[in-house]
């Protein structure tokens, strides 16, 4: 058995930095800060997502912030800041100099959305902000929807990476629009991408690496489900499957069926099938 | 009001705004010095005045002007 797929060194790269693990992680919605921190663990994930918000939080986050911050010690993940919540490029960069203070990274997930219901990108709000954001010298992570050429300026405005939307933010739904994210694939094959949003069981996961994306990062997935350390766990395993089976080289599927055995008549002299 | 509260020998005030709510500080102080009466550590807050960042650096030289909202951001988790 060639096990050249399972043992190579498949990272990818951000800012200089390699990362080995494909699944980036969200902090939000879990049941406890034990569950978090074990979480965090469990997926191996080398990348872990915070916010910011305003206002003295009463009971707070500080025991879900801490488990964040004992579970990156334990295992040298690092923190991606993001801009959620931010419906404006102004606020999103005002937000991400003041995480880039609080943080002490330059990297951040940009999220400028454009409506409350929805949850979507504002790409040109995104644009807007990336472009500022870049000139400041950050690296910018920037959620985005599966547009292509408003994700081609994106690049071009210095974003190493896009990260467009499965579905919608905390949806679930998995990959809903595949041919818009293929597209984005095959037309940007030199540019990083990582699914970002609505992703909800780990065969979305799979799929998306099966379809040559980079990575995937989701939260409500993990965080909400019955056993968030368990579904951790699934999560990883199937971002790893979903990876080597795309550098394995998955099959393009057929319309008629080819018979994988080959068979013959099993009275002599009869026709072959 | 004011004027009686100084007449009586009360430190003027500056009314600004903090995290949407009314509040008054100490006329002349700084949002270094909010901060702190506020029993915040400087590193474990992010400040922004006026919609506007203010650098944790910049915080003593920011004197607070009546009708500045005044913003406090913290860490927490998130997607």
């Known amino acids: ?273 | 009001m004011e004027a009686a509260l100084h007449a009586a020998g009360r430190p003027p005030l500056v009314a600004i705004t903090l995290d949407g709510r009314a509040h008054e500080a100490p006329a002349g102080s700084t949002l270094a010095a909010l901060v702190a009466s506020l029993g915040r550590a400087p590193h474990d807050v992010a400040t922004a005045v006026n919609g506007t960042f203010v650098a944790r650096a910049e915080r003593a030289a920011r004197a607070l002007q009546p009708g500045d909202a005044v913003l406090l951001f913290q860490p927490i988790v998130g997607g």
């Not at chain 1, 494909?22 to 872990?48: D, H, K, M, N, W």
């Not at chain 1, 699934?234 to 394995?248: P, Q, Y």
Request: aromatic letters at 6%.
């Open chain 1, 1 to 273: 058995m060639n096990n050249e797929l399972l043992h190579a060194d498949d990272a990818w790269q951000v800012d200089g930095v390699r990362l080995h693990s494909r699944f980036l992680l969200g902090s939000a919605r879990y049941p406890s800060p034990e569950a978090l921190r074990e979480a965090i663990v469990a997926s191996g994930t080398q990348l872990v997502t915070m916010g910011l918000r305003r206002g003295p939080q009463p009971g707070g986050d500080d025991a879900f912030v801490a488990a964040v911050r004992h579970a990156l010690e334990a295992t040298g993940a690092r923190l991606l800041p993001n801009t959620a919540g931010c419906y404006s490029a102004h606020d999103a960069v005002q937000v991400a100099h003041m995480a880039r203070e609080l943080y002490g990274t330059r990297w951040i997930k940009l999220e400028v959305l454009g409506d409350r219901q929805t949850l979507q990108p504002d790409m040109a709000g995104t644009l807007d902000a990336a472009t500022q954001l870049v000139r400041d010298g950050f690296v910018v992570f920037p959620y985005c929807n599966d547009d292509l050429v408003a994700c081609r300026r994106l690049l071009d405005a210095g974003c190493p990476l896009l990260m467009p939307w499965g579905a919608p933010i905390g949806s679930g739904q998995g990959l809903l629009n595949p041919f818009a994210l293929r597209t984005l694939r095959e037309r940007l094959p030199d540019a990083t991408l990582v699914i970002d949003a609505g992703l909800g069981a780990p065969s979305h996961a799979t799929r998306a690496l099966e379809m040559g994306y980079d990575a995937v990062l989701l939260s409500t997935a993990v965080g909400q489900a019955r056993d968030p350390v368990a579904m951790a766990r699934a999560f990883r395993l199937a971002v790893e499957a979903g990876r080597i089976g795309w550098r394995a080289g998955v099959m393009a599927p057929r319309e008629r069926a080819v018979a994988s055995t080959p068979v013959e008549p099993v009275a002599p002299g009869a026709a072959r099938p």
